[in-house]
Structures are given as structure tokens and as C-alpha cells.
């Protein structure tokens, strides 16, 4: 949105219930205190994919880079709580954090939202660590082709790791899937009270 639009107010007059995004202040309170709500989507879709291939969480390092209201933060509310997944150590940082690889060598489970391609590279991840790459960027050579980019070394840190998300292909279609899954679940609460 410009700037002079004040994003926190428009979104807070969402119903709640319609807001499929889960970013109203009413879902971020449920998620804290865990009840049922709407959960952003790209968390969701991360939640789901742990749940898919089983991955252990329960007193595992969670390092999540990025701070987002989007992802990074929902995402380490849900890696801490006391559920599956989740019941992780979680360290919560950014772009910013100095020294990030004293950090991201003691993830069990790695999480890099910050959309700085190659930012994770293989000597700073421990191995057989799981990464998720959630990170996008755009770039263009010399020849204006456009290539997709995440925040992962993928070629090289995917030989050190137990499992690891592509960019694109990994993280982007959980969130579509989630997203959808938000909107027919508000749809059958609004429709079916």
C-alpha cells in the first residue's frame, strides 16, 4: 500500500473472521494463546510441510531469519508452542543479526525469510539440518533473462543437509495451498453458523 496509507488500520477492520490472511490483531492473539485462527499462509504451508515428511521438532534448535509479520514472527510463535510442530528452542533473527552464522551452525531446523539471495551457504549450516528456504528475489543478467533466486546456496548446502526447499517450487505452492485452505474454512464458518 503508499505509505500514507495506514496498513495496521485497514487490515484491523477486517472482520476477523474473513481475514484469511491471519494478519488481523485478533489472530495474532490467537495464534499466542493458542486457540484456533487464521494463520498466515506461508507459515501454515511450512507447518504443513514438517508435519508431511515428519520432521522432529519437539527440543530441536529453530533458527528463523527474518522478522516479518508475514512469516518470521507468526512462525516463531508456532515453532515454540507447545504442539507438533512446534515444542522447538526457537532464535529469532534478521538481515541485521551479527555474527548469523553463530546462529544458523546450531539449527537442527533452519527457516531464511529475508529474500538476500545466497545469504545461507554450506559452512553455515551443521549438517543434516533441515533448511526451508522461504526467501525470493528476482534476478536479471546481463541478457534481461529473469531468474528466481531464494536465500539458500541450494546447489552446494543441499549435499550437507537431511532435507532442504527448492526456490522456486518448495515453500510458494504451500503458501497457495494454505491460503485456499484459510478461505474455504472462513467460508464454512460464515455460511454454516
Known amino acids: 500500500m503508499p505509505h500514507e ?5 485497514i487490515i484491523n477492520n477486517i472482520n476477523p473472521e474473513k481475514d484469511v490472511d ?8 490467537k495464534i499466542l494463546n493458542e486457540y484456533p485462527a487464521h494463520i498466515p499462509a506461508t507459515p501454515l504451508g511450512i507447518m504443513e ?9 519437539k527440543g530441536k534448535n529453530c533458527v528463523i531469519i527474518g522478522k516479518s509479520k508475514i512469516v518470521g514472527l507468526p ?14 528452542t526457537v532464535t529469532l533473527c534478521d538481515k541485521l543479526t551479527k ?3 553463530y546462529f544458523t551452525k546450531k539449527a537442527d531446523i533452519l527457516i531464511s525469510a529475508t529474500g538476500i539471495p545466497g545469504l545461507i551457504t554450506e559452512k553455515m549450516i ?3 539440518s533441515t533448511i526451508i528456504d522461504v526467501g525470493i528475489k528476482l534476478i536479471e543478467d546481463k541478457k534481461k533473462k529473469i531468474t528466481i533466486r ?3 546456496d541450494f546447489q552446494n548446502v543441499k549435499k550437507k543437509c537431511k ?3 527448492p526456490v522456486p517450487g518448495g515453500v510458494g505452492p504451500m503458501t497457495i495451498a494454505s491460503i485456499l485452505k484459510n478461505t474455504l474454512i472462513s467460508f464454512k464458518k460464515i455460511v454454516y453458523k
Open 49 to 57: 510441510l514438517i508435519k508431511e515428511y515428519k520432521i522432529k521438532t
Open 150 to 152: 531464494g536465500d539458500v
Open 22 to 29: 491471519g494478519l488481523h490483531f485478533f489472530n495474532y492473539g
Open 75 to 88: 512462525l516463531s510463535i508456532l515453532m515454540s508452542r507447545n504442539d507438533y510442530p512446534g515444542n522447538s
Open 99 to 101: 555474527n548469523i552464522s
Open 5 to 9: 496509507i495506514n496498513a495496521k488500520e
Open 163 to 165: 532435507y532442504i526447499t
Open 126 to 128: 551443521k549438517n543434516e
